[in-house]
Structures are given as C-alpha cells and as structure tokens.
C-alpha cells in the first residue's frame, strides 16, 4: 500500500514539472513568436509613405483629333481620383474581393479564419482571405511571397493604413494599384485595353469581367482564356446579386452580354515609325524616367486615318510588286525535314497576342490539293486556294507540306472557338516610305518608314540618304525661273554633250530614247525629260541650282555638277516632301514637327510647339510658275493617272539610274504627300519599272481615299502666260543664242498609258 503510495507521488512529480516545463516552453516560444512579430512590426516602414509612393503611370500619344495613338510604360497605368471609378466598378471589386470592406478595420478575423483554416486543411497553405487593403499592403509594402511573415505584415500594413486613410483613399490607391494582366495596371488603363472604352463608360458586364480578373491575371485572362473569364465574370455577376447591388433583371441581361473584350496589339502600333521619331524628340528635353514612368500628355500631329491608309497603301503596294517581281519564295523552313517533332514545335510568334492584319508564322498539320490545315500556337485556320491566289497555284499541296513553317496574315481571330481565317503571305524584300504633310503648318500627318517596324527599324522617311533622280529636276526650273524664263520658253530635246564638273564627257540621255526637238520648258517637266534639262543646267549653272536646292532645306551636300539636274545626290524623303510642301503654300515653307504639346499628369503644359517658318524662298511669280509646271506633270505628263481623283494636284515623279529608286511626291492645296520605294542594299528594281508605274500608284491608292470626302479646292495663284512671256527659244546652250520669240505651241501627249518619265 505504502508502495502504491510512493509511485503515484512520483507519478504526480512528473506531471506536475512535466506540465510546468511544457507550460515555460510554451511561454518562452509564445515570447519568441511575440518578439518576431513585434520585431516585424517595428521594422515596418511608415505607412504615410503611401501616399508618396507614386507608381509608375502610362505617358499617352494623341492624335492631332485626341485619339489616343500609342503609349510609353513600364507598366501600364492611368492614375484615376474615386470620384472617376464608376459605381457599378466599385460594387463589382468589393463583391469580389472585400464584401465588408467599408466595416472592417483593415482585417476580416471570421473571413481569414475560415479561410486559413481551409487552405491549411484542404489546400495545403495557400493563403487567402485578404481584404482590400490587406492586398494593398501587399503591393506597395511586402511582397507576393507566401508566408507567415508577409502574412502577419499585411495584418500590421492594413490595420496601420486603416488608420492613416479613409476607406475611399485606400480603394483609390488598390484601384490605381491591381494588375488586370497583358501589362495593364489599374482600372482604367485595363478598360482600355479590353473594351477601348473610357471609365466613365464601362457597363455592368464589363465592369464585372475586370473585377473576375483580380483574382488570377493569367489564368482569368478573357483574351486567352476567355471561358475561364466567363466563368468568373458570371459568379461576380451572382455575388453582386447576392449583395443587393443589382437586381434579377439586370442579372440576366448581364449574363447574355457576350464578352465583347477587343484588347490592343501593343506590337503593332498604327504608327510606330512616327511614335519613335516622337520618342526620340522628347529624349532631348526629359529624362527616360519621365517619358516612361510619369504620365505625359503628349499630343502629336499625326492624323489617325490618314496614318491608317498610308500603311496600309504601302504595305499593299510593296507586297503587289514583291508577289509580282519575286512570286512565290517558298516556306521558311520545313521542321519534320529538320527531325522535329510537329507536336513538340513552338515558335516565338505564338506567344503574342493575336489580331487582325498580323503577320504570324503557321506550322502546316497536314494538305491537300484543296486545302491545308495549319497550326498557330493555340489557334486552327483551314487555308483553302483562294487564301493563296496571289501565288498562281493549282493545288494548296503544291505550295504547303506537312511541317512547312510559312507566314500568314491573321484576317479574323474567334477566341471561343480558337480558330484563324487567314492568308497566306511572305515579307517583301522590297522597301518604301511615305510621308505626308500639312502645307501650312509643317505638320507631320502620317509617316511609314518601312514595311514592318518589328522586322526594322530604321525609319527610311527621315533617316535612309537615297537617290532622287528626276524628282529633283524641279530645283533646275526653280532657278531658271528667278534667271527669267517662263514656262512657254522652248528648249531643245536632242542630243548633246557637255563636261562634267572632272572634265570628262557627259553626254544625258531620255528614259525613253526618244527626241523631241524644240519643246516648251512645261513639257520638258511634264514628261521629265533629261536632255532639256540638263541644257536648262547648264545655261544657269550647277551652283545656283546646288544654292537653291538647300534654300529650300535640302540639308545633305549637293556637288556644283551638270549631273545634279538629274538628281545624282542624296537626301531623305523628309526634305523633299517639306521642300515640295512650299509650292502650294506660295513659296512659303514650314519645318516638319510631330509634337503640338506636351502636358505633365496635372494638365500643366510643359511645351508648346511655334512654328518654324522660312518665308519668301521664292517671289510670288516663280511661286506661281512652279505651281503651274508641276500641275502640268498631272494634266499632261508622267502623273497623268491622277486626272481621276478630281482634283486639283501637282506634283513630280522620280527614277533614279538602274531603277535603284522610284519616286512620287505630290500635293494637294492642303497637303503634299510623298513615297519612296526601293531596296536597302541598292538593287534594281528591274526593267520597266519606273517612279509612274511603282510609286505614283501607290500614291493614287491612297490619296483616292482620303481624299473621297474632302471637296476640291483650287490653287489660290496659278500662273497664266502674259504678253511679257515671250516663248523665246533656247537653242545652242553653250553660246546663249536665243533664236527670238515664237509663238507657243501646245504640245499633244499620246493616249496611250502617261510616259514613266524619270
């Protein structure tokens, strides 16, 4: 008895140190995790800090009519006030993300909890249940890591950011904070991006797709995944139900709205030649962390339409010449010839964004004589013959085999269905450019360095020194005409044979082979003619027409030789397009610009454009003589095609030796456009090619569209010939011997197609 005694004494010993022991333990651990936390908590940042920490915002190009054209960031962001976040956004975020968000203290214990408790359990520690400012916190604060760490600092921020702020500053900083994918940060660059819609105008399906988004960026992502999107629109849509935020019907009239997301092809500007010309103006005056990350205004010169169908007549017109000149040039590679495997194959074009008009390599599953089925990326598209008519193939086999990887334009993109309409296609080799300008002001209104900025960039419209050929000729009658003659004046079309600026022979020929004998001055420009006018050259002088050139603002060295008349110099398409732009607008020549303002993210205007102005190049009366000549190239000579359009134009072509270059620059009263079309390294463009048959059409293609709904409008001073204009005759150049007045003569032009000319 006595023993049974001592051993449950013992026994009572051990529990009672052994409870003790644990209880010290527990109170020593329970010290610890309190002296981290509270460690944590001491070392945490101010939270009036956030107020200062400005992320990063969208700096946006507008057009000349406030379209928004294009963007500079890092991270894709416009900054909006709460008063901006439409109310159905706002019910839509808090019912999915934070329903007791303007109850609780910065935390929702019940919700963490039951939330902590599941994820423990079920999930195996995946973290959830944060409120909004919890969330908050994390972006500006922690981190995205998940652990106990940033879990009880986000407990800390929020309670600390509840007291600082009201619950409307913090939902305006979560709103201008949350990344909704494909690079968008807050609401309103995101509703941008997905619906190409303002804030103010979001509905209540579109605001409950963004806020589905919150949760998971990719994988609710409603362009790549847009049944997982429809999912999650759907059950934020029943949330908001469930809060009394909408009702029954508007529920279900919400539920049948399609997704209707449309998304922005950052790759693939309207105008990335100009939006770069434009970077590189503002790289002068700020720094790249204010062009990138402070939200400028920038408000350009550019006209959306016009830039929209310069790139597309361009881009038509290279690809018709490459398919014409070079035809089909085969796929890019064939992977199963290269022992790879078709379902292992990935190219780098499938990671982007699909839209239309895009150019995407396809990896070709399997063909047929009528059709092929291609692989792009996620994405089917069933290529039939007539997506290939350009190539002249019989069968779709004969020119795609299993495993050919060959490019396609992308001409519709069903993202529910993940299926492609397309079109066979290939890049040209062949190059262009084209510019268009306001007579007026200078003002650049399209600009096309090229045929895709993404394959190269150098901007051939300001940076490419080519040839012009004949499309320099008019600087030759500019100074004969300041020397007194008139565009009745005849000269002689035969051969002759001059020195050249070394003493060597120089002996010009026409394009065509052909002399005419006397012609008028007019006549020589219409159907630039060489022969006259090198004559013309000569009797003036090389130096003054090299002077008169860069009057004009031709920047680039121009040699004092005979051989200039016919444009062997070199110059960008930005200076004869300006140069050009002075004849309408009475000798009068602006600078080109792209910027008319730039404002900071308040609105405050930092810099405002003041026209660059060189006045009097010419007199009123050689003014009005060129604006005669070169209407006479459209009514009679090698622009004769142009009659057409109805309306009033002058304008030049340009072919250079070898057709290495084809020129066309042309102008209306208001606008002077010009277009170059070449190869980079030199290579003729082939026989019979010349500036009227490759870069005027080009030219008519596009202006035949923008000017369809703009009414003609005359020259306001054209030149007529007066009983001073003599009609003298240039004969020998070389003695000045001028064989007296003669009456003029109007000269005929065949009916056949207008000469090539240059």
Not at 505 to 533: C, F, H
Not at 537 to 563: D, M, Y
Request: with cysteine.
């Amino acid at each position: 008895m006595a023993a049974k005694k001592r051993t449950q004494s013992v026994k009572s010993q051990y529990v009672f140190w052994g409870f003790y022991g644990l209880l010290a333990l527990g109170c020593i651990i329970l010290g610890a995790l309190i002296g981290m936390v509270f460690g944590w908590a001491i070392d945490l940042p101010r939270v009036e800090e956030l107020e200062y920490m400005q992320p990063s915002q969208v700096s946006l190009l507008y057009s000349s009519n406030g379209e928004m054209l294009d963007q500079f960031a890092t991270e894709k962001r416009i900054i909006v006030r709460y008063e901006d976040i439409p109310e159905v956004l706002k019910q839509a975020i808090i019912s999915s993300e934070d329903k007791s968000f303007f109850t609780h203290p910065g935390i929702d214990v019940k919700r963490m909890l039951v939330t902590i408790f599941y994820n423990d359990l079920i999930r195996g520690n995946n973290w959830g249940g944060s409120t909004i400012t919890m969330q908050l916190s994390k972006m500006r604060f922690t981190s995205t890591g998940k652990t106990v760490e940033r879990k009880i600092k986000d407990i800390f921020y929020a309670i600390n950011v509840e007291k600082e702020y009201s619950k409307e500053q913090i939902f305006t900083f979560y709103a201008n904070q949350m990344n909704l994918g494909h690079g968008r940060y807050g609401v309103a660059a995101a509703t941008d991006f997905y619906f190409h819609k303002k804030l103010a105008d979001i509905s209540l399906s579109e605001a409950a797709m963004l806020a589905g988004i919150i949760q998971s960026p990719g994988h609710h992502s409603p362009i790549n995944r847009p049944d997982r999107a429809l999912y999650r629109r759907n059950w934020v849509l029943g949330e908001m139900l469930d809060n009394g935020y909408i009702t029954k019907d508007e529920y279900k009239d919400a539920l049948a709205q399609p997704l209707g997301v449309m998304g922005r092809d950052d790759q693939q500007s309207p105008a990335p030649y100009f939006v770069e010309w434009v970077r590189q103006s503002l790289a002068s005056t700020y720094s790249s962390e204010e062009i990138w990350e402070s939200g400028l205004k920038i408000y350009t010169t550019l006209d959306l339409e016009i830039q929209k169908e310069a790139q597309r007549a361009l881009r038509a017109g290279l690809r018709k010449y490459d398919r014409e000149k070079r035809g089909w040039a085969g796929p890019e590679s064939n992977i199963i010839e290269a022992g790879i495997n078709p379902d292992e194959y990935k190219h780098p074009d499938w990671s982007k964004l699909f839209y239309n008009e895009q150019m995407i390599h396809g990896l070709v599953l399997q063909s047929s004589n009528a059709n092929a089925e291609v692989r792009l990326g996620s994405y089917t598209a069933n290529i039939a013959l007539s997506d290939m008519a350009w190539t002249k193939a019989k069968r779709v086999s004969d020119i795609l085999k299993p495993g050919d990887v060959a490019l396609f334009t992308l001409k519709d993109v069903d993202r529910e269905k993940r299926v492609i309409k397309a079109e066979l296609d290939q890049v040209p080799k062949v190059q262009g450019a084209l510019l268009v300008l306001d007579n007026n002001t200078g003002a650049v209104r399209a600009m096309v360095g090229g045929f895709d900025f993404n394959l190269s960039k150098f901007n051939r419209a300001t940076q490419a020194l080519r040839q012009p050929g004949s499309i320099f000729k008019p600087f030759t009658y500019i100074a004969a005409m300041e020397a007194g003659f008139s565009p009745i004046d005849r000269i002689l079309d035969q051969p002759v044979q001059f020195e050249d600026g070394m003493g060597r022979p120089y002996s010009p020929s026409n394009w065509d082979g052909k002399y005419k004998g006397l012609i008028t001055i007019a006549q020589a420009m219409a159907e630039s003619r060489n022969v006259p006018t090198v004559r013309l050259a000569n009797a003036i002088g090389p130096e003054v027409i090299a002077e008169t050139a860069k009057r004009f603002g031709l920047k680039h060295n121009i040699p004092p030789f005979l051989s200039i008349a016919l444009g062997s110099v070199e110059l960008t398409l930005e200076e004869i397009v300006s140069a050009f732009s002075s004849f309408p607008n009475h000798g009068v020549r602006a600078d080109p610009f792209s910027i008319q303002r730039v404002e900071d993210s308040n609105g405050v205007i930092l810099q405002e454009h003041t026209l660059s102005v060189h006045d009097a190049l010419v007199s009123q009366d050689v003014a009005d003589k060129m604006l005669y000549l070169f209407q006479e190239v459209i009514r009679h000579g090698s622009g004769r095609s142009l009659l057409p359009l109805g309306h009033p134009m002058g304008g030049k072509t340009g072919t250079t030796n070898e057709a290495t270059d084809v020129w066309f620059v042309g102008f209306t009263k208001n606008l002077t456009a010009g277009i170059w079309i070449g190869f980079d390294d030199n290579t003729p463009l082939g026989d019979r090619v010349y500036g009227a048959t490759l870069a005027l059409p080009v030219w008519k293609d596009f202006m035949s569209v923008i000017l369809k709904n703009i009414k003609p409008e005359e020259f306001e001073s054209v030149w007529k010939p007066g009983p001073y204009d003599s009609g003298r005759v240039i004969g020998d150049l070389e003695s000045q011997d001028f064989m007296g007045p003669v009456l003029r003569q109007e000269y005929q032009v065949e009916d056949i197609a207008p000469p090539p000319g240059g």
